[in-house]
């Protein structure tokens, strides 16, 4: 499922997506808690990098294909179920949710992106077509390296 909308008058642009595999809420964990390593799953990604421990208030950087370094901090981590990251922009803060949920035998990984803050829409207007687009594929290859696990 995908969900792409832009709320009028709140300055914000919400992009989502969500994909069901038989791979473990630990496989997928494991491929999202390597950050240095996002690039192979996740294409518009030239590297990556934390500082730390994956846990709460840890920092890091993201180098996107075509744009500036991205540092973020991790707001939120539940392992094996959710971590939240945030990357501040002008005026504007993009807000990154990846969530497990077991279904049965599957597990549901939803990514939510949330662009926030004044600037949102231009961000919107400039990156958000290309998130929107590359989100879809950035998952289908995560659940494939989860998968392989």
Sequence with gaps: MHT???VKGKGM?????????????EAVWSVWKDIPNWREWDHEIEWGQLDGDFKEGTTGKLQPKGGPVVPFVLKEVIPFKKFVDVSKLPLSRFIFTHTLQQVGQMTKVTHRIEMVGPLAFFFAFVIGKKMKKGLPLAMQSLIKKAESL
């Design 13 to 25: 642009l919400i992009i989502e997506h969500n994909l069901t595999t038989k791979a473990s809420p």
């Design 4 to 6: 792409y909308y832009m």
